[in-house]
């Protein structure tokens, strides 16, 4: 199967946690987010902690929030954060 290129974006504690704010992933084409969020629990350490545990994070796709089913594009840029709070 073919690869693609993802590029990831961190933000707020996970930028922190991860030590990290973005990096380019390959997967295999027809790759969804939940494939993705796979690959970065099967680092282990925080990586697992943050996806695989129950901590709460959203995900967008270019920008438009997804959920873990959605297929990700071929070059897509896929944004994980926080729930963010209004006050």
């Not at 282990?44 to 129950?54: L, P, T």
Request: net charge negative.
């Amino acid at each position: 199967m073919a690869e693609m290129t993802v590029r990831v974006l961190y933000f707020a504690r996970l930028r922190d946690v991860l030590r990290t704010s973005e990096e380019e992933l390959a997967l295999p084409e027809g790759a969804t987010l939940a494939d993705l969020v796979a690959l970065l629990i099967a680092r282990g350490g925080d990586w697992a902690a943050e996806f695989g545990g129950a901590r709460v994070f959203r995900a967008a796709i270019n920008q438009d929030m997804a959920r873990l089913a959605d297929v990700l594009p071929a070059n897509a840029e896929v944004a994980l954060f926080p729930p963010v709070t209004g006050g």
